[in-house]
């Protein structure tokens, strides 16, 4: 593509010129040649101002229009045509025939092993037929689909055999179709007004007995939007289908969500707990967009996280409700620092509510995303849960039907709570990650914390304004106890200092109220436990002792600090290692083995507290520290530190090993899972120390996924496990999320010098079938995901992925730029791998079919 696309602006925001009373569309479904006939009744809208007649319309073969009945020769271009139109409603009618066989970017209307489905967000609809395909154009749709396939499905209520009404009106980036095979696992759900909604998950015959623990989340779901947000669903029928070939995790298609088959397809012997926790997550957002997404919709992509990042909060309050809120919010921090900081921090660091945009494809980010649930954590903590569920009572009355924007959902919190929300509307037009300079003084009884502010400049974003930062703060006696709880500090200055005094009751924020209360006794200076529950999405940057870390992790009442402070002490320990050569310290193990026996601590905790800061974190922070990572000399410290723990913990984790068996059936709830993900962490370390002995009897007697593939991690972490490998392949071959997971976990573990090697044995193997996403990802980003082995000094990881991308960018762009963010990374790194980086992108960029997406992406990076 030689011609530079321009960027789309946000400030360029006109509504479209017609208003849309009624869609109504007729497929006729043939592999190669699909006709689709539109009916479109338009009326001029008065809102906005003149414009020419555009419709949007990519691939597609026009073979007739009409205007009011009458024939019209329109001008095509390749995105859209032209025409006069009268000044008076119309109604506009085509036919356009498409190629479903053909289309590889599975975006628009496509072919899935045999199967017919759609994908129309963000822009897909216009490879459909051509139409406005923007999402503030909003209108109700009647299907009819003719085919061969048994069944033939589409948004809304079923009116007959291949024929559906939605009644509510909706933007084309919603719309769904599916035809094929299927067979449905179903059940019902009675609304809290007693309206029986028919539920079912569509699968190809033999999965069905994968579809359960879906259903169940679905209903669940249902339960907990009616009981906590007093949201009831809108359809007589919810259907769900499961597709092989799929970009993305999911689609909330009204009353038709469409999923990528590994993401609602589980049973215990083919899905581990993770798979489980994951496809409950994903149910719950999907069906939460019903609200959130669906009857509220986006004015433009650019308010992209006016539906994402609050329905990905309400997935993750949902979360936290089934399971354990501790554990979920670490589990979300570990997330958001791992992808969302470190996009945040590189090159491709964007808004939460972007600005412009090429290609917004590439703009379903980590940011909009992750960092787009933490505003609206924000938003609660600093206005309070009723202030919270007020403010989203009037969303829902004011905006339902509508395609709102950032302006009209603060608006409501203003409205609600009289708040003035204007300098926390910063937070969606400043990207990059504060930086929380943070000091204690304690002088004359007053203990004071300072805090400073700073945010390093992003991509065309130099100076920052200050944010509002809600800061929570426990402070703790010498003895361990809670002397002030959970008190949330309201940063909004650059610089900004709160003192606290000592009171009858413990410690109290300085003021007024405070000054009556003050405590004859001399106080001793607290410990303070800072940013507790991760209050904000921020670095906090302090001088803390070990000791001082070690003492927040024995007693810190807030799980997440707890749990904080061992990483912050892991990474302490991992950093002094590498920078200064030394020792594993012994403070950290004693208080990992301490821990790590700890009964009165929840499995789950105990697992994630023993993991390692990520490698990629390690090299961020040392690359903030002024250094140069080196990615192979971070693996080799966490190799030590991992040896380490294994030979000062043994005698500990021996009896966790066992005690931490879960006898009986299978099930994937949180207590079982919690304790297969301690019992597993065990096993890591414990084969550092028996060769590997555990792991293979664990293999051998699994007879569920978590087990097996647990076993397998553990054996291919310690170079072990070519027989399992084998074996492995041997029962799954014929299964195809259970053979992703083969691909992948042999290239992520694989030693980083052979890295590179056994991703390039594995693609030759006749089971890449590298067309699939999921299967592409497994193998690719199995590789991109094993930090060492991608970044090896040779060079032969960043040629793999990078040629790899090439040969997927010219079939399904949106995918392949996505994996490009493997090179987000490389200014970190030294001069010899920012070359080979460099020139590999450069490679890319170059190739004759580089896609709009891809070369977004690519020219963001080199920027
Ligand atoms: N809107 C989907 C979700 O978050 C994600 C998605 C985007 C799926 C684009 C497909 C294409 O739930
Ligand atoms: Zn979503």
Redesign the pocket.
């Known amino acids: 593509m030689s011609d530079t696309p321009q960027p789309i602006l946000l400030a360029d925001y006109t509504a479209f010129g017609w208003l849309i009373d009624q869609v109504e569309l007729e497929f006729h479904l043939a592999p190669r040649a699909t006709r689709v006939l539109s009916k479109i009744s338009l009326r001029p809208n008065p809102d906005a101002p003149a414009q020419d007649f555009f419709l949007h319309g990519e691939e597609l073969r026009l073979i007739w229009a009409k205007i009011n009945g009458e024939r019209i020769t329109p001008e095509v271009s390749k995105t859209g045509l032209t025409c006069a139109v009268p000044d008076a409603p119309f109604v506009w009618e085509a036919e356009v025939e498409i190629d479903p066989q053909d289309n590889t970017a599975l975006e628009g209307l496509y072919m899935s092993r045999g199967m017919y489905c759609t994908?129309c967000?963000?822009e897909g609809f216009r490879k459909i037929t051509f139409y406005p395909d923007r999402p503030d154009v909003m209108a109700p749709f009647k299907v009819r689909i003719f085919g061969e396939d048994p069944v033939l499905l589409s948004n809304g209520n079923p009116v007959a055999q291949g024929e559906w009404h939605d009644p509510w009106p909706k933007p084309a980036y919603l719309f769904a179709l599916v035809a094929g095979d299927l067979r449905a696992v179903s059940s019902s759900f009675t609304t809290a007004s007693g309206k029986d909604v028919e539920l079912n998950i569509w699968v190809r015959p033999g999965d069905e007995d994968r579809c359960d623990y879906g259903l169940d989340a679905l209903k669940r779901s249902m339960k907990w939007d009616e009981d906590v947000y007093g949201r009831e669903y809108d359809l007589d029928v919810f259907n769900i289908v499961a597709v092989d070939d799929?970009?993305?995790?999911?689609?909330?298609n009204k009353g038709l969500n469409i999923f990528n088959s590994k993401c609602v397809l589980a049973s215990p012997e083919t899905a581990t707990d993770a798979d489980f926790a994951r496809i409950e997550a994903i149910i719950a957002?999907?069906y939460f967009?019903n609200w959130t997404?669906n009857r509220i919709t986006c004015r433009d992509w650019f308010q992209l996280c006016l539906?994402?990042g609050l329905?990905v909060f309400r997935d993750q309050q949902f979360s936290g409700d089934m399971r354990s809120h501790a554990v979920h919010r670490i589990q979300d921090v570990l997330m958001l620092r791992g992808r969302q900081f470190r996009e945040d921090n590189g090159p491709l660091a964007h808004p939460v509510r972007p600005e412009s945009y090429v290609e917004i494809?590439n703009f379903?980010t980590a940011t909009v995303?992750e960092k787009g649930a933490e505003l609206i954590g924000m938003l609660k903590r600093l206005v309070g849960d009723d202030g919270y569920s007020q403010a989203l009572d009037l969303y829902f009355d004011r905006h339902d039907g509508d395609a709102a924007t950032i302006e009209d959902w603060l608006k409501v919190f203003e409205d609600a709570t009289g708040r003035d929300l204007s300098q926390f509307k910063r937070w969606y037009s400043q990207p990059g990650t504060p930086r929380l300079h943070m000091s204690e003084a304690f002088e004359d009884g007053t203990y004071t914390l300072s805090f400073a502010q700073d945010t390093p400049p992003t991509p065309g974003q130099d100076v920052k304004d200050p944010q509002v930062i809600p800061i929570a703060v426990g402070l703790l006696g010498a003895n361990g106890n809670e002397v002030m709880p959970t008190t949330v500090l309201e940063m909004t200055e650059a610089k900004q200092s709160f003192s606290f005094r000592n009171s009858v009751e413990g410690w109290v924020l300085d003021g007024p109220a405070a000054a009556e209360r003050i405590s004859g006794a001399a106080p001793e200076k607290p410990t303070p436990s800072v940013l507790r529950h991760f209050s904000a999405p921020v670095i906090l940057e302090r001088d803390i002792t070990p000791e001082t870390l070690g003492f927040l992790l024995s007693h810190d009442t807030d799980p997440f600090n707890k749990w904080e402070a061992g990483r912050a002490l892991a990474k302490h320990v991992l950093l002094t290692m590498i920078t200064q050569s030394t020792q594993p310290d012994a403070l950290y193990l004693d208080a990992m083995a301490q821990v790590a026996a700890d009964s009165a601590l929840d499995p789950a905790f105990r697992a994630l507290a023993l993991g390692l800061p990520s490698q990629d974190d390690i090299a961020q922070a040392l690359f903030d520290s002024g250094q140069t990572p080196d990615p192979q000399v971070i693996y080799d410290a966490g190799q030590s530190l991992r040896d380490a723990l294994a030979a000062h913990l043994e005698p500990a984790l021996a009896p966790i090993y066992d005690a931490m068996a879960c006898p009986g059936p299978y099930s994937p709830e949180a207590g079982d899972a919690g304790k297969r993900a301690l019992r597993h962490g065990a096993l890591g370390l414990l084969s550092r120390c028996d060769g590997g002995a555990r792991a293979e009897a664990l293999y051998q007697a699994a007879d569920n996924m978590t087990d097996q593939t647990g076993a397998l991690t553990s054996l291919l972490a310690i170079a072990k496990g070519g027989d399992q490998v084998q074996a492995f392949y041997d029962q799954w071959h014929g299964d195809r999320l259970v053979l992703d997971k083969w691909f992948g976990m042999q290239v992520s573990l694989a030693k980083p010098d052979q890295a590179a090697q056994v991703a390039h044995s594995l693609a030759e193997h006749p089971d890449f079938d590298w067309t699939n996403p999921n299967r592409f990802r497994a193998l690719i980003g199995g590789l991109a995901m094993n930090t060492a082995g991608f970044h090896h000094e040779s060079g032969a990881g960043y040629q793999f992925v990078a040629d790899w991308l090439i040969r997927l960018d010219s079939k399904n762009p949106q995918t392949a730029a996505r994996m490009s963010t493997a090179f987000e990374t490389w200014r970190r790194f030294d001069a010899d791998r920012q070359d080979m980086m460099r020139e590999q992108m450069q490679k890319i960029a170059a190739h004759d079919k580089l896609s709009r997406d891809m070369g977004e992406m690519i020219t963001r990076m080199l920027d």
């Open positions: 994908q967000e963000a799929f970009n993305m995790g999911a689609m909330e957002h999907e967009h997404g539906k994402e329905t494809n379903y995303y």
